[in-house]
């Protein structure tokens, strides 16, 4: 099954757009794991555990395990996840991007090696740099369009006025429409630049995805606009300081899905002690059901109003 | 030392502008090679200790190591540099680029883990995901800016119209002079400002340098225009086609060094036998010298005509 089956299908079985992301800092684990050689991989499998029925997603941070020379412990991890939580996307968050010949590489590294079903990537060096991932399969590619960090304003939100040229995704004639025709003549900022072109001559075999970040809900609403139905990532809730209702009302598709939405920190550390994953569970399910109320004001907002007259 | 510093004292002690990057691809390697456990190492190792003589640097690709679960290999490989071939800077080429809290784990990999002088980082993301590297002493960072493939220009070459604001480098005012005052005035492609934020108000260390490839001179011109003396890491000669009268004349700073030029499928690959080193020692030593003639055309060329009149 392709990524964006898939994930559509979580969606709907969990009835959660929540995605748990695993960044483990052994620093922050329980005593009890301290000294134990495998400890980032039975912190993070506990999580999993815990929290797996109350999401659509798991999303592994690749540099936490790298600085810890984990690499064994995140192959045996998603391995878990797929064994024991089969349906459940394992998104590789690694922000790779390189020149096509090196992006094979991590192409591999991403869907052979840890055998994810996405894995985020770097727009900066252009469709060429895209290209391997699409060939694995239908697996998912989620490229980053507007980070949550403050800093990405800087290159991310600058005004553009070029013209859109015919393209490495062979020319925008032949791309699907997006939900902007004739954006193409207006000035428009890089990330809304990246936006159409993952929707449109970038996106040749339907998996692409985009981050956005629930710091900036009203780029967030622009980007929904150019993306149509596309799965939007979007970090940035909890220690980063998005809000839950206003990331909802600006990224859900009409029918309520459509946003991955991340929490790292504030569910793998709501309790430092022996209860961790049990007060991770409980804050998976507290944050699960902010969204389902969240997106629930979101569809009846957007509910067409009664006749009158 | 600084990776700066290091840097300098390798350019005029080889007199060479080469880097030999290190992207091991087993399907390459010589038939003797097959079925050894160490074999990246093994090959890697021999074209080091065939080519040391004839470089500044050497570029180690991260992802041909991930992409073989080869992590430990490229550790020795880096190790087994530091100690047999002193003063060479090691450059790790993973183009990382993430949020401050996750890329102070990419830095710890980088320069803890694998012990690398310097480190490439995409700049999407702006400076707080630049930061964490600066605070490892005086290592470097390399930002891509201008890269060598097609798809480069699709976001690099965009035209941008925003006056630069003040940045989280402190503000623009605060920000050494680059070597274009008043450039903020006019229109200016986005590489050009990547450029420019880096000569200016990110580098607080003075350890960033740029990626420009060689593929379009035009355009190196302009970055060494506004970057002054920084270095320049330069792929794209060999394999990808760049021209190195070209580059040299382009890229190269007004003493003929500040270039980092990178060859590496040309150099790993020169022989596919058991004489590969020996081909690679070759290969490095043609390429090092064709990078010292069109230094000393470069030098010649800007040497002020004889007085008249």
New interface residues.
Partial sequence: MSFVSSLQAAWRRSDSLLCVGL?PDPVRFPGALSGRSDAIYAFCRAIVDATAEHVCAFKP?I??F??Q?A?DQLEALIAHIHEQHPGIPVILDA?????????E??A??AF??YRADAVTV?????????EPYLGYGERGVIL?CR??????????S?????PEEG??GGGASNAPRTATPGATAR?ER?YE??AR?AAGPWNRNGQIGLVVGATFPEELRRVREIVAEMPILV?GIGAQGGDIDATVAAGATRDGFGMIVNSSRAILYADSGEGFAGAAADAARATRDALRVAVAKRLASSRPPAQHG
Wanted: zero cysteines.
């Fill in positions: 960044d941070q540099a936490y790298a600085s020379r690499e922000k790779r991007g390189d020149i096509g010949s090196t992006a590489h991590y591999r590294e052979e090696r770097n727009p900066y060096m252009g469709f060429d740099s895209i980053l980070t949550s960090n403050a800093g990405g304003s800087e290159l991310q600058l005004q553009i006025t070029d393209t490495a000035a890089l630049r990246v072109l970090p």
